[in-house]
């Protein structure tokens, strides 16, 4: 099963791509005076509905870039590296799905930046993970939700959400929303248990295996009691006639000597 877990390029090169595209887009902004905040989500609104392609690439300032990038190379890494069968389109439809959400449920405002991406991510490799409930994956659900289990908070209401930066918990948990549903749509029969001996069957009854028949309700073993058999007696004499044959069980049939 670990045979799965291959480093190739594409774990690095994934998300350096991804990362530095997000910065070409935000110098294109800053070195030719483009104002890219109105091609956000803005919910409700046909036109806003442009930004669920184009708001992962938007950034409001640098802080805010950075603050998505390290996390977005981290997981997107790790994404590639366990889940390289699944990562194109857990990148593709979590882009597109969160930000549908975040159009329908999102506020009256431009929504924009890259971390309802970071939410998907999130959410999928720590439910997959326990899915899967393979030792590596679980794993790396427990440390994923040890280093961004904080980000939690943000995908609700509260006065740190809703201050002077009015941070966008719709489109956070409208990327919980999407990473969960994704982990449970993509598959990963390659890290599916093969099943090698009976026990490991769903359908084992201990009661019928001829192993566990030889323990008492103490679980001490114990010899199965041996069934007497009787033996036919194969003749390969023919005859026309009908033949009568007496069996004596453990006697020799034989005639004792007169004195």
Avoid at 152 to 163: D, H, L, M, Q, R
Avoid at 166 to 191: C, D, M, Q, R, V
Avoid at 249 to 258: D, F, M, T
């Amino acid at each position: 099963m670990d045979n799965h877990f291959k480093f190739t390029n594409s774990v690095v090169g994934l998300p350096l791509f991804f990362v530095v595209f997000l910065w070409f887009v935000f110098w294109l902004e800053i070195r030719f005076d483009f104002d890219f905040v109105e091609n956000g989500i803005y919910p409700r609104e046909l036109s806003g509905l442009q930004g669920v392609l184009f708001s992962p690439f938007i950034h409001g300032d640098i802080e805010h870039l950075y603050n998505n990038s390290i996390p977005l190379l981290i997981l997107l890494a790790a994404l590639q590296f366990f889940y390289a069968n699944q990562s194109i389109r857990v990148i593709g439809f979590g882009i597109l799905l969160s930000g549908i959400i975040t159009w329908v449920i999102g506020r009256d405002n431009y929504h924009i930046g890259a971390s309802g991406l970071v939410y998907v991510l999130v959410s999928f490799i720590f439910f997959k993970g326990i899915q899967t409930k393979y030792y590596r994956l679980v794993a790396l659900s427990l440390a994923v939700i040890v280093i961004y289990g904080g980000l939690v908070w943000y995908a609700f209401p509260s006065p740190e959400t809703s201050g002077d930066k009015k941070i966008s918990w719709e489109g956070h948990l409208a990327g919980l929303i999407t990473g969960f549903a994704l982990s449970l749509i993509y598959k990963t029969p390659e890290y599916k248990k093969l099943i090698k001996y009976d026990w490991e069957k769903p359908d084992y009854n201990p009661e019928e295996d001829p192993f566990m028949q030889r323990f008492d309700a103490n679980g001490n073993f114990m010899n199965l009691p041996k069934e007497e058999t009787i033996e036919e007696l194969v003749s390969y004499y023919s005859s026309d006639f009908p033949v009568d044959y007496t069996i004596v069980l453990n006697e020799k049939n034989e005639s004792k000597p007169q004195s």
